[in-house]
């Protein structure tokens, strides 16, 4: 009962999903093998009007079939495997006219086949060298159950191997298709000589091999066969074979199941190509020079292009034909040969080479010599046949061209030749020395005053080397009479001519004849022969006497004379000499005011005035002396006095301070400005300071502020004084040692002040003090007088010419302070 409620709910199940998709057809899913109860209802027709008569169902020749009360029933169980489906057709008459439809009953498959293999006895063979993976053979088996269910899937599996070795592994079988191949195991150690057939029991199961499945066992036998494959032998082919191509030149043969093969390796495409049969062919010419062998990999493949087994090797040997001509690797050489190289030497050596096999007598290259420009009537260079080494043939190159141009020719066995040229320069050698045309040059005359650079004379020494090398050059040199160095030597490299140059002023008196020895040598050292007296030349040289002017020790001298000093000192001496030991005579020039003279013949410079510092403090003249017996010839010197200051002045109050006042009351910070001059330098001038007289009163009513080196405020030093003009007496000291002082009463109006600080009442007059009328009629006097003396100063100036004098900075009246 369990299992009829299991089918009829799979029936119904398979009715909803198989529904019709039209009122005109019906399909209806059914299990086989059902064991229930007959008749075995299996669906409600779902086509039927309400009222019908005359149901029927026809298209079963076995009766299985038939309906009742609008249900389909089958009266015996269904087999899928017999027959999966069947095609009825439902009739009956309706209230209006006969109608039909189509039922088909699909019979649903159940797992009730056991898989079996399709060939009782299985059989198959491997080869050896096959590789992993590769399949061999391949099992069939077979389930009559429903393909598209999991009740036909069939897995495949390897339950034991006989015998087990070398491994108890040697063989795999796939799980889905059942193709048997090598593991790795097996792809490594087959060995017919060890086991030449293996027994492999082998298994299928439906269910995708799952719990429950059905299986069947079978047993496959495996045959161990050799195999072909193998590395061909080694092939050796000549170079530029002439054919015809293609030519077969190996062949390998894989003994298995079909298979293609193919070539790999690094050649140009289509040089070498294999046939289905395995024939390998050659299909151009081989050049050795280009490759001289080549290493071919030979592949075997299924149809499906996978490799069945390892590449085997074909090794192709390419041999040598005398095909190369030798070739010089440039085509001119160029190299030098001593004039003096003795026969046999070495010079050059040139090496051709031959691209042919090195390990024939194909690359033997001999070596000639066919050709010297220019020629020579004996022979001076020869070629080794063997070696190529270029040496000397003659027993000297001495006397020969410069140059030679030799053509050599390399030639192989065969005759195949290539040639070279080889520039040979003849290098020359110092093997003669440089000789003078005379022993002796002169005498030569040069007056004592010629200038430094004249050319005395040019002598050359001759050369017999190859001119304008270093073995021609001649190196000149004053060996002796030159111990001054009053002489130097100029060389032309071109022509080898010298010339002896004055380097030094001449001067009669020390030297009057000079005898100089030359001599000439080469830059390189003589290789033969040696430098004897004809390489040394004697010149002597007379100096002519010049009356010369009178030469000055010193072209300047600074000479320091304190102002004041009493006149006549000598200050300086002024010292001169005269080469031809002529007087002297000195004289001065630019002192206009006559302030120093100079002795005539001694030369001393002395003051004629006491000088003053403070008119001037520098004096420049100039000095002449004289030939005493050609007052044309003379020299000069410049000389400057400095006057050094002494403290001869006494510092003064600069300014007008008699229309300045000072508040009463005390204003604060309310001063008059003093300002002060001392016309010494500022080694005794210096800071000027200001002091009160020493009186108590003085003291207690003003008061003295320095502002700076020269000025002062003068301020009230008591809050109040009564109006009046008041003398305050102060005095005024240098800072030299011992200081110079000025005293001085200055008068200074104190008045009462409005809030502008104005002073609001006159002062009276201090006693003694001069009116404003008498103040202007002394101004005016003394400023007439001033001018008349200015007048007579200026025009007696004009007369004289004199230096404009220098401007100096005069003091400055103080600013006047707005009080």
Known sequence: MEERGVITALTLAFLQVLAPSSAANVK????????????????????????????QVSGDDESIFGVEAGFLYALKPLDREKQPSYSLQVSFTSSVHPESFNVEVCVIDKNDNVPSFIEGSMRGSVQLGLLKGIPFMQVGASDRDDRNTAHAELRFSLMDQTPRIPSPHMFFIDSVSGEVSLTEDGASTLDPEMCGRYKLSVIVKDMAGRAKAFSSS?????????????SPDPVRLQENLPGPYPIPISKVKWSGSLVE????????????????????????????????QFQISIVVER???????????????????????????????????????????????????????????????????VGQVPESPRALFRVDRDSGVISVQADSMEG??????????????????????????????NNNPPVFSQHEYGPFHMSEDAPVGATVTAVSAWDADERGGDSWQVDYRLESGNEEDAFSLLTDTQTNEVSLILSKVLDFERESEYI????????????????????????????????????????????????????????????????DSHPIRYSLRGDTKRYFSIGKYSGELKTVQALDR?????????????????????????????ILDVNDNSPVLVGDYSWKYLCTPRWEEQALVLASRDSDTPQHGGRLNFSLRSDATVRRNWKLTPINDTHTNLSLNTPYLSPEIYTVPFTI??????????????????CPCNVRGNCKMATKQLQGMPTIQSTVGILLGTLGVIGTILTVVFVRLSYQNPKPPSTTNQERVPLRISL
């Open 218 to 230: 079978g047993l496959v036998t495996v045959e161990v066969t050799g195999n072909s494959w193998a």
């Open 261 to 292: 093969y193919s070539l790999e390796g690094e050649f140009p495409e289509m040089l070498f190509t294999i046939s289905r049969e395995g024939v390998i062919f050659l299909n151009a010419p081989l050049d050795r020079e280009t490759q001289d």
């Open 303 to 369: 149809p499906d292009g996978r490799e069945i087994a390892k590449p085997v090797e074909l090794r192709v040997m390419v041999g040598d034909a005398n095909d190369n001509r030798p070739t010089f690797p440039q085509t001119q050489y160029h190299t030098v040969v001593k004039e003096l190289a003795p026969r046999g030497t070495e010079i050059l050596t040139v090496q051709a080479a031959d691209n042919d096999d090195p390990k024939t007598d194909n690359v033997r290259i001999f070596y000639r010599l």
């Open 733 to 750: 000291s240098d800072s030299s040692s011992p200081p110079r002082s000025t005293f001085i009463n200055l008068p200074v109006t104190v």
């Open 400 to 429: 020969t061209a410069p140059q030679y141009t030799l053509t050599i020719t390399a030639e192989d066995a065969k005759g195949l030749n290539s040639s070279c040229t080889v520039v040979v320069m003849v290098q020359d050698e």
């Open 614 to 642: 403070e008119e001037n403090s520098t004096y420049t003249m100039e000095i002449i002396a004289e030939d005493g017996r050609n007052s044309s010839l003379s020299a000069s010197t410049l000389v400057t006095v400095q």
């Open 516 to 579: 100089l020895v030359i001599s000439a040598q080469n830059p390189v050292a003589l290789v033969r022969g040696r430098y004897g007296p004809a390489s040394t030349a004697t010149v002597s040289i007379y100096v002519d006497d010049v009356n010369e002017g009178p030469i000055l020790s010193q072209s300047h001298y600074e000479v320091n004379v304190r102002e004041g000093e009493e006149p006549g000192r000598v200050i300086a001496t002024i010292r001169g000499y005269d080469p």
């Open 28 to 55: 209806i899913g059914v299990p086989e093998n059902y064991d229930g109860i007959f008749p075995w209802y299996l669906a409600k027709l779902p086509n039927l009007p309400a009222v019908y008569s005359d149901l």
